[in-house]
């Protein structure tokens, strides 16, 4: 029987500490060892950050890396527990999947000790360091492939009480756009676990595309006014310009209706901009397709007036595959 999987250090103790979550090892990989940083300043709130969750969506550990670096000068009370790289197998490879079993992390919570790699991460971080937080802030981005704003997301939560302290704090983020998003439903989300323990969770979409410095910048700025509202840390929060812009909004969106699918295969080209008040019938992209030259451009439009808050960022797509996103402001 393997070891259990347990952390390096002890949380409770004050002050800063730094260790490791130790993932045991199976049948796939030996055992990992995940970063793990703790700064625990006694009565307040408790928090948990994790960055990594997906390999290709590196603006998370960096700034849960930048957050290390400042916090414990900044921390007035409370707990902080940070996690930069919760799938190290699938960051060092830049996929979304871990490469060992092709799994997706935030499709297996809570996870299984007997599975592959990728179900013991989950199992690790569901036992282990999950309980230690009361709020949790999970750091990731919109993949290489889709223009996306700044932004903290969460879904809907039938508790409403729940539901309203979740939508509270992630607008505490004040980054460009702040979204409730109707999912389709899957199995196995990190967030989802959280909410049935009556957590707050809240999912921060760090833009999408390159790495850019302005845009760290901006996320930055985000978890520092998110962790102000908490009153871990003394300040007033930012309002960060993203694109000339600098107010923010709250949307929700529609599962049936809110995603735009190409009808053919092509490469699409955007029309607008993410952020774009759109009309019913306004043109959002264009599908080129390539096996014939003579073969008119497919236009995608707009079904009712809304907002795109979500576009792909130029590429070769095929039928029924998504290329834009839209949503309308949350009246609450």
């Given at each position: ?8 250090f ?113 199992d ?87 790495v ?72 959002i992209g264009?599908?080129y ?34 290329v ?7 009246n609450?």
């Open positions: 029987m393997s070891e259990a999987p347990h952390l390096t002890d949380l409770d103790k004050p002050g800063i500490s730094n260790g490791h979550l130790v993932v045991p090892k199976g049948v796939d990989c030996e055992a990992l060892s995940l970063p793990v940083f703790s700064l625990n300043k006694g009565e307040g709130p408790r928090l948990l950050i994790t960055g990594g969750c997906h390999g290709d969506e590196l603006e998370g550990p960096i700034v849960a890396r930048r957050l290390v670096e400042w916090l414990p000068e900044a921390q007035a009370c409370g707990r902080v527990v940070i996690a930069p790289v919760l799938n190290p197998p699938a960051v060092m490879a830049c996929s979304r999947n871990t490469p060992t079993d092709g799994l997706n992390l935030n499709r297996v919570f809570p996870g299984r000790s007997d599975g592959s790699v990728t179900e013991r991460i989950a690790a971080v569901s036992h282990i360091l999950l309980p230690c937080a009361d709020i949790v802030f999970d750091l990731h981005s919109f993949g290489l492939a889709w223009d996306f704003p700044p932004s903290s997301t969460t879904h809907p939560i039938a508790d409403p009480v729940l539901m309203a302290k979740t939508l509270q704090m992630a607008e505490a983020f004040q980054l460009p756009m702040t979204l409730v998003w109707e999912h389709p439903g899957s199995p196995g989300m990190f967030d989802t676990l959280a909410q049935k323990q009556g957590k707050t969770f809240v999912c921060a979409e760090f833009g999408g595309g390159t850019s410095f302005d845009a760290i910048a901006i996320y930055e700025a985000g978890l520092r006014n998110a962790l102000i509202a908490l009153g871990l840390v003394e300040g007033k929060p930012e309002h960060p310009t993203f694109r000339h812009r600098k107010s923010t909004q709250t949307l929700e969106t529609r599962r049936s209706s809110d995603e735009l699918k190409s009808p053919a295969r092509g490469i699409f080209e955007p029309r607008c901009s993410v952020l774009d008040e759109v009309k019913l019938g306004d043109i264009a599908v397709p390539m096996d014939s030259l003579t073969a008119a451009a497919i236009y995608i439009r707009a079904p009712q007036t809304s907002i795109v808050y979500a576009i792909r960022s130029g590429t070769y797509v095929d039928v029924e595959e998504g834009a996103l839209v949503a309308r402001p949350l609450h």
